[in-house]
């Protein structure tokens, strides 16, 4: 292979995807991590992911039953009338899409180390061996507000900040109705998930840019995965996310008005596994580039977290135990390439 690079994955997380792809570099080797003849089936229609309608779920009704059965088969749903206008949508979209846009300097005064969560750049070094992602993010903590670090915040676009302050809010509100509905879709009381995840439980928004490349079958904008969260929130402005359905990649619709609402490992806890954290991941495109906004919902960090009651009897015996601090545990395995729930199994 012409051009195999020798850098240390911590030398080129230093450098961002969107420099590469403007230096017209093509993808060194840490970053492939396909060889598989997959392309054909990358870009498959896109599947029949369940769409809920969440101003329907106030009420006892079929749109309920609907909501369980998406999130016991497929771990996951496009939410519509979810309360945030798709003017508001727009509205962040282009927040994030300025933001990239910004020369390299612009963006730089919010980097962060190799080392760190917050600020721009790419996640902190994977364990040796492990690809590294076609992408560069931007994260944040967002809730609750007296967690969130300013100097991370970018000055620039200048709308950026109240747009996010705005979004934070809206997305509040949908964690909320979320949360409820969910619980009564498995006849539980109404803020039972909501009390698991406590008060304070966070919210850290991950902006995603995902550059074009040449070579989308060898490299992907995000690894497959599974969520440490409770249940994240993502908003999309193309097509590239995928779920693992069945043991098949199964492609996100882009629909406009629409965020996906994705399971992660501690619902599935909670749910004494009955909802699903299924595992995702991001194709590379060589024709269009793609921005996204996860937001993930956490339990408190110091919250012991498990299955409800209601969810355990003697005919579904108990799989799951009470765990404590399952984000980090979820993330050291993530580093290693590893999903980490069946250190919450019985
Ligand atoms: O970019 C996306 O659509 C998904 C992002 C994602 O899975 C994540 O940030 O964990
Ligand atoms: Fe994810």
Redesign the pocket.
């Known amino acids: 292979m012409a051009g195999v690079s020798i850098l240390p994955a911590e030398v080129l997380l230093s450098k961002r995807v969107q420099e590469m792809v403007l230096n017209g570099e093509e993808p060194p080797a840490p970053y492939i991590c396909r060889d598989d003849e997959a392309t054909e089936e990358d870009f498959s229609p896109v599947s029949p992911i369940p769409v809920i309608d969440l101003s329907l779920l106030s009420e006892k009704n079929d749109e309920l039953e609907k909501l369980k059965s998406a999130l016991s088969s497929w771990g996951c749903f496009q939410a519509i009338n979810h309360g945030i206008s798709s003017s508001f949508l727009n509205k962040i979209r282009q927040v994030t899409r300025e933001f990239f846009e910004q020369p390299m300097e612009e963006k730089k005064k919010i980097a962060k180390t190799v080392v760190d969560f917050e600020g721009y750049g790419a996640d902190p070094v994977p364990e040796e061996g492990q690809s590294l992602d076609w992408s560069d993010r931007l994260f944040l903590d967002v809730y609750p507000e007296d967690l969130r670090k300013f100097k991370f915040w970018p000055e620039n676009p200048k709308p950026f900040r109240n747009v996010l302050e705005e979004y934070t809010e809206k997305i509040k509100k949908v964690t909320e109705l979320t949360s409820k509905a969910m619980a009564r879709s498995l006849n539980l009381e109404e803020n039972c998930f909501l009390n698991q995840f406590g008060e304070r439980g966070p919210l850290q928004a ?1 902006f ?1 840019y ?1 550059s074009l490349c040449q070579r989308p079958d060898r490299v992907l ?2 690894k497959p ?1 599974a ?1 440490g969260s409770g249940y ?1 929130i ?1 908003y ?1 402005d193309e097509l ?2 995928q779920v693992l359905k069945d043991d098949k990649w199964l492609t ?1 619709p882009n629909l406009s008005q629409a965020l ?1 609402v ?1 399971m992660g490992d501690q619902m599935e806890i909670m749910t004494n596994g009955i909802f699903k954290s299924p595992v ?1 991941r ?1 194709l590379s495109n060589a024709e269009k580039d ?1 921005i ?1 906004v ?1 937001v ?1 919902y956490t339990p408190e960090g110091g919250r012991e977290i498990g299955p409800e009651d209601g969810l355990v009897s003697e005919e579904k015996p108990q799989i799951f135990k009470k765990v404590k601090g399952y984000a980090d545990i979820h993330f050291e395995y993530y580093q290693r390439g590893m999903r980490a729930l069946h250190i919450a199994q019985v």
């Open positions: 991950r995603n995902y904008g995000l995965h969520d994240t993502i999309q590239g996310l996100v996906l994705l995702h991001v793609r996204s996860a993930f």
